[in-house]
C-alpha cells in the first residue's frame, strides 16, 4: 500500500488517497475540537489511542455480523479503510441522556431512556449539524427510506453489540454518533471512527466519564481517561 496525496482535511483526522483507488488512509490526529470547532485543542497521543479503539470496535461488530469500511490498520495513528461515498449524516443513538438531549427535554444528565433513541443530524458546519427526521433527509434527498432503514437496523445492532461487551467491562454506553457510506455497488456501509471522541463512555460504578465530554467541559484528566478506554477494551 502506497500513501497518496491529501483527499480531505478534518478537524480529526485526515484522508489520504492510496495506489488502491478503493481504499482510503485514515491519519488520527491529536486534534481535538468541541462546539462546532470553536474550542480547539490537543489530546496527547488520543490519535493513535481512537486508531486502536475504533479497531476493536469495527473488528468486534465484524464478529457479530455488522460490516464496516475497516480493512486493517497499518501504523500507529493510521488505519486502511474502504472508500465510500458519504452520506452527510449524523446517525446518533442514547441510551442515557446526556449533551444536546438532556438539554433539549429539561432531562438531568444520567436519566435512563425507556428506550434508545435515534436522532439524525445534517453534517453541515455551515448550517451548525442542524437535528433532521426521516421526511427531512427524504425530501432533500440525502437518502432514501429504505437506506434510512437499513442505517436504523445497522445503528441498532451496534448499540446492542458495544453495549453487552462494555458492561463487561464495567463501562455504561452513554450514547454514539456514526456515519455511513455508500460503496461501489450502492450499498451502505458504516465509516468514520467508534471513539470516545464520538461516543460516551461513563465508568458504570463511579459514572467517571471517559470520554471527550472531559475535554468539552475543562473536567481534566482528559489524556488518562482516553488511556483508560483503551486498557480497559485490550486488558
Ligand atoms: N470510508 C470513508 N470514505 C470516505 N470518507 C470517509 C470515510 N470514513 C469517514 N470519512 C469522512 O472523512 C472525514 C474524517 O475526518 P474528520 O472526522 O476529522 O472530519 P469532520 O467530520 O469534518 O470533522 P468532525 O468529525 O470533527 O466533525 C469526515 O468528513 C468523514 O465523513
Ligand atoms: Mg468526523
Not at 492510496?18 to 485514515?26: A, G, I, R, W
Not at 461488530?61 to 469500511?69: A, D, E, R, Y
Not at 468514520?192 to 461513563?202: A, T
Request: charged letters at 30%; a negative charge.
Amino acid at each position: 500500500m502506497t500513501k497518496g496525496d491529501v483527499i480531505y482535511e478534518g478537524k480529526a483526522k485526515v484522508m489520504y488517497a492510496t495506489d488502491s483507488p478503493d481504499k482510503v488512509l485514515v491519519y488520527f490526529k491529536d486534534d481535538a475540537t468541541a462546539g462546532n470547532g470553536e474550542k480547539h485543542g490537543v489530546i496527547q497521543d488520543k490519535g493513535i489511542i481512537n486508531n486502536k479503539i475504533s479497531e476493536y470496535f469495527f473488528k468486534l461488530l465484524k464478529t457479530n455480523g455488522i460490516n464496516s469500511h475497516f480493512v486493517e490498520v497499518v501504523s500507529d495513528r493510521e488505519m486502511l479503510v474502504k472508500k465510500l461515498n458519504m452520506i452527510a449524516l449524523e446517525v446518533v443513538v442514547r441510551n442515557v441522556a446526556a449533551g444536546s438531549l438532556a438539554k433539549r427535554l429539561g432531562l438531568e444528565e444520567g436519566t435512563a431512556l425507556k428506550v434508545p433513541v435515534l436522532e439524525y443530524f445534517y453534517k453541515s458546519d455551515e448550517l451548525g449539524d442542524p437535528m433532521l427526521n426521516r421526511y427531512h433527509i427524504m425530501a432533500v434527498d440525502i437518502a432514501s427510506l429504505q437506506e434510512l432503514d437499513e442505517i436504523e437496523h445497522i445503528a441498532f445492532c451496534v448499540n446492542t453489540i458495544m453495549k453487552d461487551n462494555l458492561r463487561a467491562k464495567n463501562v455504561d454506553l452513554i450514547d454514539f454518533k456514526l456515519e455511513f457510506g455508500r460503496d461501489e455497488k450502492g450499498k451502505i456501509i458504516l465509516a468514520d471512527e467508534i471513539s470516545p471522541d464520538n461516543c460516551r463512555f461513563w465508568d458504570m460504578s463511579t459514572h467517571e466519564k471517559l470520554d471527550k465530554d472531559r475535554f468539552r467541559h475543562d473536567m481534566g484528566g482528559v489524556e488518562e481517561a482516553y488511556k483508560e478506554m483503551l486498557t480497559r477494551l485490550t486488558m
